[in-house]
């Protein structure tokens, strides 16, 4: 049977602290991990090669924690080592991340030493992150904001100056759409996403009067997946590369939708009835759109309707009829492009309910019985 070996290690720092010890073996797998609230330790290892970190167990952002050092160590069957560790005082690493020249709160920043070593932290509130006891030497700092844009800074952190600042600005960039119908009239309303292709992220965007606009975004390549409006087809639309700090102005064309209009009369008092459901069902008699009508009694429906045929539509008394009443008008044909005008459609006349006058009743006094 092989005898273990046996490392004692004292462990020295400038200050106060909880020491933790983390010993991997040359694989790189992380065999045991322990805190040392006396700076002692004793373990008790097979035969090999480790390599034991210490580091202060203090949280990355706490201001007084140590910077933390490592040995490696070839162990032999029944060895006996003495091991003194050394915990150093370096100067923190303070940064602000930035995006358009405004602080980027709760922005996560990836730290990589040079000796493979990594940690993660984010920044608060005014985009400023702090990061203490990181070991002496070059760093590579990657910003990561809300939108998944990235920044690389390179920093050096030695133990002989009072503190490294850092400034990290993520790139971005604009996107404007002009939304227009093939016969050059901008769409009035329409919403949609623009879809970043490489990493599928999606950022709203609103068009108003045919103009819409997002800003902030990673550069890369994206499509502008529009949802169906009422008049006007919805569809994907690839817009290109964007690149940073530029304002990119792309002109899609979008085509017509196929429209149903009408108006609902009373047919007691021929004034349009207030939101009245109009339904469209498909041969089938499934319900393929559904509205209300206006004040006025009028209705439009055309969300995404493209060319087809045998379709009806059904319209319902409103919240004014006591008696719910329906009429179809069947075998409407659409085509992609055009309004289709069904004309005043009559509601005939419903029940009027007679409600019995409200009974009086009297109060009477019955006289007290004693028991």
Known sequence: MTAPAVVHGTIEAPGPCVALLTWSDH???????????????????????????????????DPRRHGGTHVVLDLRPGDV??????????????????????????ARV?????????????????????AAGLPAGALTLTAYDARRSACVAEVTVAADRPETFVRIDTPTATVAVRLTLPDGVAVPAAQGNLVDTRTGQQHPIRVRDGVGAVSGLVPGCYDLVLAPSRGVLGGTFALGPVAVDA?????VVVERSAVVTGRVLDGATGLGLLAAPVSLLDADGTELERTRTDSRGHFVLGRDLRTAGELTVVVSGGPERRHVQRVAIADVEVRTGRRVDLGAIVLPASCTAHWSPRLHVTAMTLPATRV
């Open 27 to 61: 694989t790189g797998r992380v065999v045991g991990r322990r805190r040392s609230r006396d700076l002692t330790f004793r373990l008790t290892l097979v035969p090999g090669r480790y390599r034991v970190d210490v580091e202060d167990d203090r949280p990355l952002a």
């Open 81 to 106: 080592l003495e091991q003194p560790l050394q915990l150093e005082k370096v100067a923190p690493l303070r940064g602000v991340v930035e995006a358009d020249e405004l602080p980027e709160r709760h």
């Open 110 to 130: 990836h730290v990589r030493h040079e000796d493979g070593r990594s940690w993660e932290l984010r920044t608060d509130a005014h985009g400023r992150f702090l």
């Open 247 to 251: 304002m990119v102005v792309t002109e």
